[in-house]
């Protein structure tokens, strides 16, 4: 799931990192790379700590819609892309039937995307209920 920053640096600090999405998310680095990945990192730990409370996970919303707001206004944005399905719990076979049209556009996605057929499917699931549960 992709989720918009902003990236602010005071003159005698660090790069910070605010997470709209997911009220309370921050991270920081000592660099811009630094504080990106380290956003990443604490956007894991944000939504699993979600997960753990029965908390649906929010949708990662456009940088424009947060563009316009004054707080934002100084700020760098980048969007910055978490696997959601390697959180909360350990992977579960199961056993799905699909037509053979659509699991080769599957791989083929996933392939492209340096994905595996279960991530692919684990990542549309999860964004596909977090954007259809509010």
Known sequence: MRYPVVIHKDRDSDYGVTVPDLP???????????ALGNAIEAIECHVEGLLIDGESIPQG???EHYRAKRKFASGIWALVDVDLSKLSGKAKR????LPERILAQID???????????????????????????
């Open 94 to 97: 199961v056993n799905i039937t």
């Open 61 to 63: 919303m456009s940088i």
């Open 108 to 134: 083929s996605f996933a392939s492209q995307t340096g994905d595996t057929r279960s991530g692919l499917l684990a990542h549309a699931a999860l964004e596909y209920v977090s954007a259809h549960t509010k």
């Open 24 to 34: 309370g998310c921050f991270s920081a680095g000592a660099t811009a790379d630094e």
